[in-house]
């Protein structure tokens, strides 16, 4: 049996002390217990056995990766920031290890030491987590420190900061639900974020009797469209929409976060395709699409008279406000 070891070198034989040789050997996986300060830490721990007579030997490289086993564990149950999480942040803003450093107001060498393997302390480790998970902290620190920087490496963070920003920040009511959306725990895409936006007017109308947002929709082969937050978001294509989360209670009121959850309660346990068909299921889509063939470009409007109207029948018959009746009206479309 041959192993892989963190260098990339293949073993097919190593030194069994016992058997005086190069023998094959097999590798299992057991769980150690490790005593640190006090406290019992438990992990995966690969053991290498002689083929031939069943004794431990030494492959290379393993016990490396068996530190580094060790290491995630200790690092997530005391929560300090784990190693990938600080290439990460490297990643996401573009930025070197040393440039890194300087930016956060640590030592110029301090970056490349805990990618080494240093353990940060609590308030480095802290600083960093909230640098990886919301750009409004890098950027703090950027306006702070970033005479520290050379003239290209600020440039290439303020490009990637820009980004963020633009990706996170609402300027118009309709950004705002997409920026609440973004932050639930659903998985959205553009295409599924703008059927969610769809049924969301759909239910304000309905449920609270307001026109939530003013923006054009439009009758695309996919369905219901918003064309400012497609193109807002198009960076990400069909994969999953990724923004930094942030506090949502500063983003609606209370009475249009039930709204927003109650329809993601709904139509985000879908996939943008099952709800493109769900809307093409729907008269103000078809109305809106008359005359075009189904995979053909299509920009017409679905006018915000044209989804009240629509749902106030729906309404009358399936009582939208419960949800028994959300559910039998989905089945109704014979979609799902």
Sequence with gaps: MSTKTRGGERYDKVLCANCRGLQEFYVKTEREIRRVNGKDYEFNKRVAYCKKCGCEVMVPGMEDENEASFEYIFRKENDYIQIEEIKEIIDKYNIEKRPLSKLLGFGEHTIEKYLDGQLPNREYSDLLRKANRDYRVMLYYYELNKEKLTPKGLEKIKEKLEYYKSINEYNSSIERYAVYILNSSYEITNLSLQKILYYIEAFGQVLLG???????????????????????????????????????????????????????????????????????????????????????????????????????????????????????????????
């Design 210 to 336: 307001e026109q939530l947002f003013n923006n054009r929709c439009e009758a695309w082969k996919l369905g219901p469209v918003y064309r400012d937050i497609y193109e807002k978001y198009k960076v990400f294509g069909s994969g999953q929409i990724v923004i930094d989360k942030s506090d949502t209670s500063e983003i609606l009121d209370e009475k249009h976060r039930n709204l927003v959850d109650y329809v993601l309660k709904h139509f985000a346990i879908f996939n943008g395709f099952t709800l493109k068909e769900l809307t093409h299921a729907e008269s103000p889509w078809i109305d809106a699409h008359k005359g075009y063939a189904l995979d053909e470009r299509c920009e017409e409007q679905i006018t915000h008279e044209s989804i009240k109207d629509y749902f106030e029948k729906v309404d009358s018959k399936y009582k939208l406000n419960t949800d028994k009746g959300v559910k039998k009206y989905i089945e109704s479309l014979g979609v799902i």
